[in-house]
C-alpha cells in the first residue's frame, strides 16, 4: 500500500520559514518524479514544485520560484520543500505527490497522493 505522509506544516507570519518534509512508503519511488500541490480554500489544486526522479530537474510555479526550494533524498524516501519569504498567499493545504508511471512528471496529475498538510501565513 502506498503512503506519503507530510510533515512540517503549520503556522507562520509573513516573511517566516517553513520546511515540508514528505516520507514515502509501499514501494520503490527512486524512478519516480515527486512535487508539491496546493490547495487554497475555495480555489483548485494547483502545482507548487516538481523534482524528476534523478534530482537532476527541478521546476516551480511562476509564484513561488525564487522562493521554494524542492529536493530529494532517494535514500531515504523522502522529497522535502525549503519555504522561505511567505506570504499570506500561500496559505493552503500542501500535498505530497509521487508520479506513477516510472520517469513520469507530478505536473501529468497521474500521481499517488499524501493527506496534506496545511500552512497558514498570517500578515
Known amino acids: 500500500q502506498v503512503q506519503l505522509v507530510e510533515s512540517g506544516g503549520g503556522l507562520v507570519q509573513a516573511g517566516g520559514s517553513l520546511r515540508l518534509s514528505c516520507a514515502a512508503s509501499g514501494r520503490t519511488f527512486s524512478l519516480n518524479g515527486m512535487g508539491w500541490f496546493r490547495q487554497a480554500p475555495g480555489k483548485e489544486r494547483e502545482f507548487v514544485a516538481g523534482i524528476s526522479w534523478s534530482g537532476g530537474t527541478t521546476s516551480y510555479a511562476a509564484s513561488v520560484r525564487g522562493r521554494f526550494t524542492i529536493s530529494r533524498d532517494n535514500a531515504k524516501n523522502t522529497v522535502t520543500l525549503q519555504m522561505n519569504s511567505l506570504k499570506p498567499e500561500d496559505t493552503a493545504v500542501y500535498y505530497c505527490?509521487?508520479?506513477?508511471?516510472?520517469?513520469?512528471?507530478?505536473?501529468?496529475?497521474?500521481?499517488?497522493w499524501g493527506q496534506g498538510t496545511q500552512v497558514t501565513v498570517s500578515s
Open positions: 505527490a509521487a508520479a506513477k508511471s516510472a520517469r513520469g512528471v507530478v505536473q501529468t496529475g497521474n500521481n499517488d
